[in-house]
């Protein structure tokens, strides 16, 4: 806080008037099943955002950025989206997003400070949104409840930026507590807060610095006939979480997705076995077992390989790794550490959950990923977080 006060002063002359906070965050499983309305699970984590806003007397926005020592400028009564402007677009686009909804915003001083940078793809981007939504209300003395501030977010990320408006990044960054996880339900629009009750685990993000090359078109899947087909597929079933299920029988899944390509068949297949490792995952954290918990997100990782083509040799280097760091790799019905592919997009992240004693191992694979791949890492330790908060 005391480094956000200081560049603010710097850059503006003026302390600020209001300064809020917002978490990084992954997803564990189920990051690209939300088009067939399933679910997401996600952390909130200790890599926080910080801004700062001091008001106007005009309608001009200035923005500064301190880790990238980088400034922006817009006005509000012509705000557009500019490929040029970067980061300063979500800043824009969440001052839009209240404009748009009938609210009549002043001009504002804006200073962004945060250790981690939006392009690592840990959820950074959308904590600049959050908290800047939260700061503006502040400032602004907007009376919105959090239907309304949702619905900020929403015009904001469909309307300004013009992508899709997860609801699984804005749910985790703004309903999170600390040392809990939350499932989002895309088909009720809905998420729960779930305790997250391994002792003894250390949480480690990776940015394994492997270029993002997209090798597939994500919406070639997300076509309304393939939610059809796998609707088809859903069992009803009171005693499951959520209420329904997918068909297990191969005969009948077979049967329902052979009028798709081999590709989507697999992918489709992919989207179904998420479905159930997020039931595991459930099961497993309210029954505070780990090895159940660690088989659903390394089961997840495996379909995300070998079905839906989103990872890449580096990251199958590392988790790899992280298996034999167990005393018995090749025994999967009880490991006591895991990890997955994450990120933006199709990520080149990687997140583990290790032993405590096996931390200090894992870093020496790093080094060894490193002189093998020719890749520098970039490693977090985390911790599950508290969501936005005025500070």
């Known amino acids: 806080m005391d480094a956000l006060v200081t560049a603010h002063k710097q850059e503006y002359g003026e302390a600020p008037d209001v300064m809020a906070q917002a978490p990084g965050r992954f997803h564990l499983i189920g990051e690209h099943t939300w ?55 979500a800043l824009k686009a969440i001052v ?16 962004v400070y945060s250790e981690i940078l939006p392009s690592a793809g840990f959820g950074i981007t959308t904590a600049i949104k959050v908290a800047m939504a939260w700061a503006v209300r502040d400032l602004m003395r907007f009376k919105c409840n959090e239907q309304q501030m949702l619905q900020v977010l929403e015009r904001a ?52 610095r492997v270029p993002r090359i997209v090798t597939w078109n994500e919406v070639t899947l997300q076509q309304p006939e393939n939610v059809l087909l796998l609707g088809e597929l859903k069992e009803r079933r009171s005693n499951i979480y959520g209420g329904w299920h997918y068909e297990e029988n191969k005969g009948d899944v077979n049967e329902v997705l ?17 479905h159930k490792c997020i039931l595991d995952a459930e099961s497993a954290l309210r029954k505070n077992d780990f090895s159940a918990f660690a088989r659903s997100v390394i089961a997840s990782h495996k379909s995300m390989r070998d ?6 040799p580096e990251i199958d280097w590392i988790l790899k790794r992280v298996q034999e760091l167990d005393e018995s790799p090749d025994d999967l019905r009880n490991p006591v ?19 405590n004693s096996d931390v200090g191992k894992f870093r020496e694979k790093l080094a060894d990923y490193e002189r093998i791949f020719g890749f520098t890492p970039a490693s977090y330790e985390v911790k599950p977080s508290a969501g936005v908060k005025l500070l």
């Not at 926080?48 to 922006?72: C, G, H, M, T, W």
């Not at 895991?338 to 032993?355: D, P, S």
């Open 35 to 89: 088009f067939f309305k399933d679910k997401t699970l996600s952390m909130a984590v200790d890599l926080p955002v910080y801004i700062a806003l001091s008001a106007r007397s005009d309608s001009n926005l200035r923005f500064y950025f301190v880790q990238l020592n980088e400034r922006k400028r817009a006005n509000i009564p012509s705000l557009k989206l500019k490929k040029e402007d970067k980061w300063a677009n």
């Open 258 to 274: 052979s009028v798709v390509n081999e590709d989507t068949r697999r992918r489709l297949i992919c989207v179904m076995n998420e």
């Open 307 to 312: 079905l839906y083509d989103i990872s890449c």
């Open 157 to 208: 990320n469909r309307l300004f930026l013009q992508t899709e408006n997860y609801k699984a990044d804005n749910f985790t960054a703004i309903y999170s507590k600390r040392n809990s996880l939350v499932l989002t339900d895309h088909a009720k629009n809905t998420c729960e807060v779930i305790p997250f009750p391994f002792k003894g685990r250390t949480i480690m993000l990776t940015d394994a």
């Open 96 to 111: 839009y997003g209240f404009t748009s909804g009938g609210f009549d915003c002043g001009g504002m001083n804006v200073t």
């Open 337 to 355: 550490n895991c990890g997955r592919i994450t990120g933006k997009g199709f990520g080149r992240c990687v997140y583990t959950i290790l032993r």
